[in-house]
């Protein structure tokens, strides 16, 4: 169930006036205590914007003496996540609302939260952060194999991810040259090109046209992730560094894999709005 926030304050006028309400207000709900000028505005804590309400002030016959309106604006609290290593870091804010919504987490000591935004990432944290963010997950608590040939090795709580991941298209296993064999290698390092595959496919973004890209390292992005990487590019879900390069084999950081989550959950809300998002309260 949603919290409920809630405000009161005093209408214009006097308490020896009666007071109605004319016209609702369209976030919350308001009340005006009887008998006297004070009113209550109460909105659902996943509501925010601009809300308001009109009324009347009556004479005791039942005349309008005045006319007046409640202007409300509803934001969404200050968050109560602080990571003490992630102040002057660019992905603070994705990190701190992918914690709020349950997507990942740090660690704690002496009272401190921490991110280690440096740290890397491997594929199976990176796909189920990506696959949890998105609402890609299903009941992934149901699957015991991948079908994959490091099912024995993989964690069980990550094999729903992983399955569910092939099946829809989103991510694909390594295949062994020497036997063919698939295998999702789940604690390798993701690459930053793996990463953008993943989150393309997630999204399922067709363009036109591959867009051209300007990246100083482009010609080092691998042929099989340069649609992936021109398509996020493309829409703003991927960018580079200062220098203005991908790296697309370098290691994914958790500050990046944070960003590149975060910005791929608000481009699927901006082009889907009409469907509840766990983000759709973001600003």
């Known amino acids: 169930l949603s919290a409920i926030m809630k405000v009161s304050g005093t209408l214009d006028g006097t308490s020896d006036n009666s007071y109605k309400i004319v016209k609702e207000p369209k976030l919350g709900k308001a009340a005006i205590d009887p008998g006297s000028n004070v009113f209550e505005y109460s909105a659902p804590d996943k509501k925010t ?132 064999t698939a295998s999702f290698a ?18 399922a973004v067709k363009l036109p046209s591959e867009v051209g890209l300007t990246y100083t390292d482009s010609e080092s992005i691998p042929t099989w992730a340069y649609t992936a990487v021109s398509t996020l590019t493309n829409i703003k879900v991927m960018n580079g560094d200062n220098d203005n390069r991908v790296d697309p084999c370098g290691q994914l950081t958790r500050a990046e894999a944070a960003q590149l989550i975060y910005n791929a959950v608000k481009y699927k809300d901006s082009t889907n709005s009409s469907a509840y998002n766990v983000f759709s309260w973001f600003k």
């Open 49 to 180: 914007g601009t809300d308001s309400f009109e009324y009347q002030s009556l004479d005791s016959k039942g005349n309008v003496l005045s006319t007046g309106k409640v202007n409300v604006k509803v934001e969404k609290p200050s968050s109560t996540v602080t990571f003490a290593d992630m102040t002057d870091c660019y992905a603070n804010y994705a990190a701190v609302k992918l914690t709020e919504a349950g997507v990942l987490s740090g660690t704690e000591l002496a009272g401190n939260k921490f991110f280690h935004p440096t740290n890397t990432v491997n594929r199976g944290e990176f796909l189920a952060m990506l696959m949890t963010a998105l609402e890609e997950d299903g009941d992934v608590s149901t699957v015991s194999n991948t079908g994959l040939a490091d099912d024995k090795e993989t964690p069980k709580w990550l094999k729903g991810f992983i399955k569910k991941s092939v099946d829809k298209g989103i991510a694909s296993g390594k295949t062994d040259k020497k036997d063919s």
């Open 186 to 203: 789940p604690n390798d390092t993701i690459t930053r090109a793996e990463a953008a595959v993943m989150v393309n496919n997630a999204l």
